[in-house]
């Protein structure tokens, strides 16, 4: 199954305006019309929002999502540490300034 939140750039449980928004920003630039090569990008964008931007169509999709996860994790397939892992290693380093701005470090 697709993490269509994944797909969005999001994080699971955000608002409805947010999924629009980050939906509006991926269309945008996949649009086939402004980007060559791009339209199964775009379908995929599309979809994620399909089943996102309704909201039975992701009360559905995040019970039947989690129950997958859940299940690999009982029959051992991954450990919780191991996505934590692999999202602290893909994460960018920040650091705040003197300001209070966070700072994304080379």
């Known amino acids: 199954m697709k993490d269509y939140y994944a797909v969005l750039g999001i994080v699971p ?8 928004a980050a939906y509006k920003a991926l269309i ?7 980007s060559v090569g791009s339209e199964d ?3 995929e964008v599309n979809e994620a ?3 996102l931007g309704n909201a039975s169509n992701r009360a559905e999709y995040d019970s039947s999502f989690y129950t997958d996860i859940n299940w690999a994790a009982d029959k ?3 450990e919780d540490s191991d996505i934590l892992d ?3 290693k893909s994460a960018p380093k920040t650091e705040r300034t003197r ?3 966070l700072k994304t470090m080379a």
Do not use: L, S, T
């Open 13 to 20: 449980g955000v608002e409805a305006v947010v999924i629009k």
């Open 28 to 34: 945008g630039k996949y649009h086939p019309d402004r």
């Open 41 to 43: 990008r775009a379908k």
């Open 49 to 51: 929002y399909d089943v």
């Open 76 to 78: 051992g397939i991954f």
């Open 86 to 88: 692999a999202k602290a």
């Open 99 to 101: 300001a209070g701005r």
